[in-house]
């Protein structure tokens, strides 16, 4: 009987240390929720989705936008001013040359098929 007992023990005193670790550690793990946000990229990456900005330009153009501030979700009429936006406030940066920047406007008009 006394090693039954001493099994019960075993198994019960595992479970509390298990627990008690396993709700210790989960405030200090990270969320991946918390690591990558689908607002933290402004919306950017469709700038990249539909060729206007290549991979080194998003990246920088986050960078810019994570120190200036977060833009919202918008309908596509609203995404398409807050695109031009953009390109402009990278143009008006020093970002874009005048050249650059109406190609990239270019290809924006195109895709929302604006004249």
Not at 16 to 36: D, G, H, M, N, T
Not at 85 to 98: A, P, R
Request: charged share 30%; aromatic share 12%; hydrophobic share 40%.
């Amino acid at each position: 009987m006394e090693i039954g007992l001493a099994i019960i023990w075993s198994i019960w005193l595992f479970v509390i240390i298990y627990f008690s670790v396993r709700l210790a550690i989960k405030p200090l793990i990270k969320k991946q929720e918390e690591e990558i946000k689908q607002d933290e990229d402004f919306g950017l990456v469709k700038l990249r989705d539909i060729e206007i900005l290549n991979n080194d330009e998003l990246e920088e153009v986050i960078k810019l936008y994570q120190n200036k501030g977060a833009l919202k979700k918008d309908t596509d009429n609203e995404k398409y001013q807050k695109y031009a936006g953009v390109l402009n406030e990278l143009k008006v940066m020093g970002y874009f040359t005048e050249e650059q920047y109406l190609n990239k406007i270019n290809k924006l008009n195109e895709y929302f098929n604006i004249d």
